[in-house]
């Protein structure tokens, strides 16, 4: 992930389609998709904000990445394309996809969240990168949209096999606390902020009352798995 890139907030969607040699013809539709709902609550006159178009990308996505992996690893069990696919589709890998093309130059913010620092936020580049798909399918087609999603995946599905990071952490973890002899592991929420569309939870892992990690996301669920991986980190447990 690059986070040098500069941000310009007054790129137009010509400029960002152009500059990542996208085939888009109707600019208001890549307009819509980098729209963020936060705009749309400042600016009246704006039409309509990119969550429709996000829903559609993310099974456009789904369905290019499953496709993909069963073309390309015919020896692996639906178990390991499952999990693999999980992996490249989940919020923090469609957030670097989304910094390497800048795409949070381009996005309509309202000015909060631009103070907030909405361009480099995870959940909102990956919203905004499966609203990019959605719009990219609807205005090109699917092959459009391979050309554009399977190169990132190539270089990405090997990075995450060798760190293994399509592993579950916190099976990871019950796996080593049960070979220690301990209790079953259990997890907390300690902390819940921000607006009810950006929550950001935190989360404890303990073993028999010791805390072992703590993570944050922005579900129960991501946080839990956070601090799984960090209590793996800690202990320096093989995935």
Not at 156 to 164: D, E, G, L, Q, T
Not at 177 to 189: D, E, I, L, N, R
Not at 196 to 204: A, M
Not at 210 to 233: D, L
């Amino acid at each position: 992930m690059n986070e040098n890139f500069p941000i310009d907030p007054e790129e137009t969607p010509q400029q960002f389609a152009k500059r990542n040699n996208l085939p888009f013809t109707d600019y208001l539709l890549l307009s819509r998709a980098l729209t963020h709902r936060s705009f749309l609550n400042e600016n009246p006159d704006a039409l309509e904000d990119n969550e429709r178009l996000e829903f559609l990308g993310d099974a456009v996505l789904d369905f290019i990445v499953a496709a993909w992996l069963y073309n390309h690893f015919p020896e692996l069990k639906e178990g390991d394309l499952t999990r693999l696919r999980s992996a490249l589709v989940r919020t923090e890998q469609l957030a670097e996809f989304g910094m390497e093309i800048n795409l949070g130059a381009a996005i309509h913010l309202g000015v909060g969240e631009v103070h907030g620092g909405g361009r480099r936020r995870k959940a909102l580049l990956c919203g905004t990168f499966e609203a990019l798909v959605g719009a990219l399918y609807l205005d090109a087609g699917l092959n459009a949209v391979k050309e554009f999603i399977e190169p990132k995946l190539e270089r990405a599905v090997y990075k995450i096999m060798s760190s293994r990071a399509d592993q579950d952490p916190k099976s990871v973890f019950q796996e080593w606390v049960q070979s220690k002899g301990f209790g079953p592991p259990s997890y907390h929420t300690i902390s819940e902020q921000g607006p009810d569309h950006e929550k950001v939870f935190e989360v404890e892992v303990l073993v028999n009352g010791k805390t072992y990690g703590r993570g944050r996301g922005h579900t129960k669920q991501a946080a839990a798995k956070a601090a799984a991986r960090e209590a793996i980190a800690s202990l320096d447990i093989t995935l």
